[in-house]
């Protein structure tokens, strides 16, 4: 049981994307809905937090350019990133947590060119 992001892709610097990370049917009372990347050599790096009352939090280096969303009916998180530059690249992965479930996806590519 896991959550599929979808989206992957290559754009040059200052582009756009958007990511979109769907829970299956058993994936269930979601609590909070993340994403994380990791470039490569890198450790996997906090990106944004959308928390079941409302609270967003970002990463500072993404603050500002990037905006996360979810819709709980579809059991949907989408990230929208704007401004890209080539630091963003790496494998994004979307986390869904329920109290008692942590559920991770299996990434999917971001790749931002100079």
């Known amino acids: 049981v896991q959550p599929v992001e979808s989206g992957r892709g290559s754009v040059e610097a200052g582009g756009s994307l958007r990511l979109s990370c769907v829970g299956s049917?058993?994936?269930?009372?979601?609590?909070?809905m993340r994403w994380y990347r990791q470039a490569p050599g890198k450790q996997r790096e906090f990106v944004a937090l959308?928390?079941?009352?409302?609270?967003?939090t970002y990463g500072a280096s993404v603050k500002g350019r990037f905006n996360i969303s979810r819709d709980d009916a579809e059991r949907v998180t989408t990230l929208q990133m704007n401004n890209l530059r080539p630091e963003d690249t790496g494998t994004y992965y979307c986390?869904?947590?329920?109290?008692?479930?942590?559920?991770w996806g299996r990434g999917t590519r971001v790749t931002v060119s100079s």
């Open positions: 986390k869904m947590n329920s109290v008692y479930n942590d559920w």
């Open positions: 049917g058993f994936i269930y009372d979601i609590n909070s």
């Open positions: 959308y928390l079941s009352h409302g609270g967003i």
